[in-house]
């Protein structure tokens, strides 16, 4: 047994992580572009074509994952912005930031892609039900996040403001995912839970490598985000310029 | 394998591609607004010396 620990505060401070992280992107990145491309092949050359909707559940591949993405990175957003504020530690309350656009990117995804299903399969672009308008409600939570952070010019206040909506904002994230339980709803029901598993095994390949693809694109991109706002906003630390030359 | 009835897709073509169009353009839009931050950061944090070579001189010049 080794007695050597991580000392996990090392990484908080900005000046250890920057480097570090930087190394990491690559690892992230390339296995995502990998992820994507077998995903897509699998999804339009494996997966058969759906005897109800024909081709347009394809949407579903891109659908599914960029919800899903929408609502995990609201909820690390939330996490990491409530940490901040609570422990003061700024790393922390940039990782918020980072992950807010990718996680509004997500989200509006999710409803134009909802949108193009909609469609073909319920024979309208949009309904104001509970699944639909929560997710819009969601989108509104990323843009307000990120405009209130970026109209108060002293950035600790700026994280502070950001947290607390970030916190407020989150129980809108179970709303949604319950929404089509609990009220009626044009919107299907669960895809994926415990008791039962609706499609064919190569449609559910597609849909977790895209899935795949859509996690490690969005750690990579975070990552790369967060190390910008780590030099913007850390311009003056001597570490900087060692690191960033 | 028939391309073009594998583009139709099965007449939902404009809904289907719709989506991953769309999916593409935002996911590769974020990296290029990424690219874009990283360029700008630079500039700022090692600017480009101005030249001592004063430039409204040269045009007085021609004037005189």
């Known amino acids: 047994m080794s007695n050597r620990r991580i000392n996990w505060y090392k990484y908080a401070a900005p000046a250890n992580f920057y480097p570090r992280a930087g190394k990491m992107i690559p690892f992230f990145a390339v296995p995502a572009v990998i992820l994507f491309i077998v995903g897509m092949y699998v999804g339009f050359f ?14 579903l591949f891109i659908h599914v994952p960029a919800a899903w993405m929408g609502m995990f990175l609201y909820v690390m957003l939330a996490i990491y912005a409530g940490i901040g ?6 790393l922390a309350s940039m990782m918020a930031q980072a992950i807010a656009p990718t996680g509004a990117i997500f989200t509006f995804i999710s409803l134009v892609t909802g949108s193009l ?23 509104f939570l990323y843009i307000g996040f990120i405009s ?7 950035v600790r206040r700026a994280d502070r403001a950001g947290a607390v909506l970030a916190l407020v904002g989150v129980i809108n994230v179970p709303i949604i995912y319950f929404s089509v339980q609990w009220w009626n709803s044009l919107h299907q029901g669960a895809t994926i839970s415990k008791n039962s598993f609706k499609m064919a095994p190569s449609m559910a390949a ?19 985000r967060l190390r910008y706002i780590i030099r913007e906003r850390e311009q003056e630390a001597p570490w900087l310029a060692e690191v960033a030359a | 394998m ?4 594998f583009f139709s897709m099965g007449g939902y073509a ?6 991953y169009g769309v999916t593409f353009v935002l996911l590769v839009g974020e990296v290029l607004m990424l690219l874009k931050r990283k360029r700008n950061l630079a500039r700022r944090e090692n600017p480009q010396p101005a030249t001592n070579e004063p430039r409204l001189n040269t045009s ?5």
Not at chain 1, 85 to 90: E, G, M, Q, T
Not at chain 1, 129 to 135: E, G, K, N, V, Y
Not at chain 1, 148 to 154: A, G, H, P, V, Y
């Open chain 1, 46 to 59: 494996v997966a058969p074509t759906d005897f109800q909707q024909g081709e347009s559940y394809r949407i």
């Open chain 1, 117 to 139: 299903w909609g469609r073909p399969a319920w024979g309208v672009w949009w309904v104001w039900d509970a699944r639909l308008t929560s997710t819009l409600i969601l989108m």
């Open chain 1, 148 to 154: 209130l952070q970026s109209s108060i010019d002293d």
């Open chain 2, 14 to 19: 404009l809904y289907v591609w719709g989506s």
């Open chain 1, 206 to 224: 597609a849909m977790f490598l895209l899935l795949g693809a859509c996690w490690l694109y969005s750690i990579a991109v975070v990552l790369v």
């Open chain 1, 85 to 90: 504020w609570a422990f003061n530690a700024r």
């Open chain 2, 2 to 5: 028939n391309w073009s009835k």
């Open chain 2, 60 to 64: 007085l010049q021609g004037i005189q």
